[in-house]
């Protein structure tokens, strides 16, 4: 089945370090995504990435980096720069740069203790 | 101001009731909306997707987009238990990466 596979689901840190959240999609989809959603806050973009190599910043990408080597593979970095960085984390894709229906994969819980 | 809102609820029904749920928006560039139905812990999932104004429906589900007063709604006949959830509203005006999402409301249905 298509879709898109986040790993790990659940993951405790301790502060200071830096945590990597993997995003696989094998959907053929363009462009990539990163959102982190907290309680009464809705989604808010971190990166995004329309093509292989290229990635924009979204609105809170402080603290975070990406990579895009492969089409179907978006990881995220959580550096120790973040000031707050428990969260859910939502990995998505559109089929093209333009594309108007996003996905979502199941997430990952990342606790810094 | 958020360029969505959306009431976080918790909105309580019977089993069986109607759901209405409703987004306001103050972007009028946005085009195409969406709905996602979230379980606790769990990823969104597309529910309804429309395309300008008008009506959709499917199945149990209809959505509904007003733009000329800003404001979408999502309404769900039957509903279910399994129907509890957090609902989020999503809309795009047709440029990629400006997804906007509501904060999301939390539906509870009662057997």
Redesign the interface.
């Known amino acids: 089945d298509g879709g898109i596979t986040q790993s790990p689901k659940y993951l405790f840190r301790k502060e200071g370090q830096n945590v990597t959240l993997s995003c696989e999609q094998n959907l053929n989809h363009d462009a990539m995504y990163w959102y982190r959603q907290d309680p009464g806050q809705g989604l808010r973009l971190i990166y995004y990435s329309q093509i292989v190599n290229d990635f924009q910043k979204g609105d809170i990408a402080e603290g975070y980096s990406v990579s895009r080597e492969k089409k179907e593979s978006f990881p995220l970095t959580v550096t120790s720069a973040q000031k707050n960085p428990t969260a859910f984390y939502l990995c998505a894709s559109t089929l093209s740069p333009r594309g108007n229906t996003i996905y979502f994969g199941e997430g990952s819980w990342l606790t810094v203790v | 101001q ?1 360029e ?1 809102e ?1 009431d ?1 609820g918790p909105l309580s029904v019977p089993e069986g009731a109607i759901v209405s749920l409703n987004c306001t928006y103050s972007n009028s560039a946005f ?2 909306f ?1 709905w ?1 139905r979230q379980y606790s ?6 529910l309804m ?1 429309t ?1 300008s104004s008008g009506n959709k429906e499917d199945g149990r589900f209809t959505a509904q987009v007003d733009k000329s007063s800003k404001y979408i709604s999502l309404f769900i006949r039957d509903s279910q238990p399994s129907d509890s959830a957090t609902y ?1 509203c ?1 809309m ?1 005006p ?4 400006k ?1 906007q ?4 409301t939390q539906v509870v249905v009662t057997p």
């Not at chain 2, 812990?41 to 597309?46: F, V």
């Not at chain 2, 999402?101 to 999301?104: K, L, T, Y």
């Open positions: 958020k969505v959306q976080p085009q195409y969406m996602y812990r769990k990823g969104p999932e597309l997707y395309y989020l999503a795009n047709d440029s990629w990466g997804f999402f509501g904060a999301g």
